[in-house]
C-alpha cells in the first residue's frame, strides 16, 4: 500500500513536469514559429535587394561622360551572295555586307530604333503579326577591328569611339 | 651690257616660267562624288559610285585628305578603280547616311540596309606620283 502510494506521487509528478515540458515545447514551437516569418521576411528582402544589386549591374548602360570617351563595340554579319565568280568576290561581298550590318547596329546603339507593330485579330485568332522596325543615322569614324570569313559568313567586329565634344552644341 | 650680277633679267624670266608651271601642274579640280550600297537580307544587292567633274567651283575647306599612288594618269576614275578597297573604306571613314529598314511578317524577317554618302565636292590634287583627295565641308 505505502508502495503504491509513493508510485502514484511519483506518476503524479513526472506526469506533471511532463505537461510542463510539452508546455514548454509548445511554447518554445510557437515563438520559433512566429520567428520564422520574420527569418524569412528578411532572407527575402536580403534575397530582393541582392536580385536589384545584380540587375543593377546588369542593367547598368555606359553613359557618356565628359571625362571619358565611350567606346561602342559591335559585330555584323554579312553572307556572301550565290552567283559569285570567285572566293575573293564573294568574301568582299560578304564583308561589304556585314560592314553596313556593323552601321546598322551602331546606329542602333546610338541613335535608337523605332518600332511599329500591328497585329490583325480575327474570330480570336492572330491572322496577321507585323513589326516594322526602321533606324537612320550618319555614322563617321567607325572602325573595323576583326574580320572573320567562315563557310560563307563573315563577320565583322566594328568600334566607335564616342567622345563628349562630338556631341557639344 | 651685261650687268655685275650675270644675266639677272633672264633669270627671272626663268624662275617666273617655271613657277607658273608649277602652279599650273599643282592646280586642283574639284569633283562631286557620291556612293551608294543596298544590303538585302544581308546579302550585298547593289553598288554605286557616281564621280563627275564640278561645272562650278566649290566652296570650303578641306579636311580628312587621303593620298593614292598615281602613275602620271589625270583620269580620277582610273585612279579609284584602281585603288577601289582604300577609296572605300576611306568613305566609310569620312561618313555614311544609314537607312535600315526590318519588317517580320508572321515571324519572317526581311531587312534592307542602304549606306550612302551623299554627294560631295571633292578637291583632287593630281601629282606625277600620287592623288591627293579631299572633302570639302
Known amino acids: 500500500m505505502k508502495y503504491s502510494l509513493i508510485f502514484v506521487a511519483l506518476l503524479s509528478i513526472s506526469s506533471l513536469n511532463g505537461v510542463e515540458t510539452t508546455q514548454e515545447m509548445q511554447m518554445q514551437n510557437t515563438e520559433s514559429a512566429s520567428n520564422m516569418p520574420q527569418s524569412q521576411e528578411q532572407s527575402a528582402q536580403s534575397q530582393i535587394i541582392i536580385d536589384d544589386e545584380i540587375s543593377s549591374n546588369n542593367n547598368e548602360e555606359a553613359v557618356l561622360s565628359q571625362e571619358e570617351p565611350l567606346i561602342i563595340t559591335v559585330t555584323g554579319q554579312g553572307v556572301a551572295p550565290l552567283n559569285t565568280t570567285s572566293p575573293a568576290q564573294a568574301y568582299a561581298l560578304a564583308k561589304r555586307a556585314a560592314i553596313a550590318d556593323g552601321y546598322r547596329l551602331i546606329a542602333e546603339k546610338v541613335k535608337g530604333v523605332r518600332v511599329d507593330g500591328q497585329d490583325l485579330i480575327k474570330n480570336m485568332m492572330v491572322k496577321r503579326s507585323t513589326v516594322r522596325t526602321s533606324v537612320h543615322a550618319m555614322v563617321r569614324h567607325a572602325n573595323v577591328v576583326e574580320t572573320a570569313f567562315k563557310e560563307g559568313l563573315c563577320e565583322v567586329e566594328m568600334e566607335i569611339t564616342l567622345s563628349h565634344s562630338d556631341f557639344a552644341q | ?137
Not at chain 2, 16 to 35: D, N, P, R
Not at chain 2, 123 to 132: A, I, L, T, Y
Open chain 2, 1 to 137: 651690257m651685261r650687268s655685275r650680277d650675270g644675266n639677272h633679267s633672264f633669270s627671272l624670266r626663268l624662275c617666273s616660267i617655271i613657277f607658273f608651271f608649277i602652279i599650273s601642274s599643282a592646280q586642283a579640280e574639284e569633283y562631286y562624288i557620291s556612293y551608294r550600297y543596298v544590303v538585302k537580307d544581308a546579302i550585298i544587292y547593289n553598288e554605286s559610285l557616281d564621280i563627275s567633274p564640278a561645272m562650278f567651283t566649290c566652296n570650303g575647306k578641306t579636311y580628312d585628305p587621303l593620298t593614292l599612288q598615281n602613275n602620271n594618269s589625270k583620269d580620277l576614275s582610273q585612279i579609284l578603280l584602281r585603288h577601289s578597297v582604300e577609296f572605300i573604306d576611306y568613305l566609310h571613314k569620312i561618313g555614311l547616311h544609314v537607312d535600315h529598314k526590318e519588317e517580320t511578317l508572321n515571324l519572317q524577317n526581311t531587312s534592307t540596309t542602304i549606306l550612302t554618302l551623299k554627294t560631295k565636292c571633292f578637291k583632287v590634287h593630281f601629282n606625277d606620283n600620287f592623288v591627293k583627295i579631299a572633302p570639302l565641308k
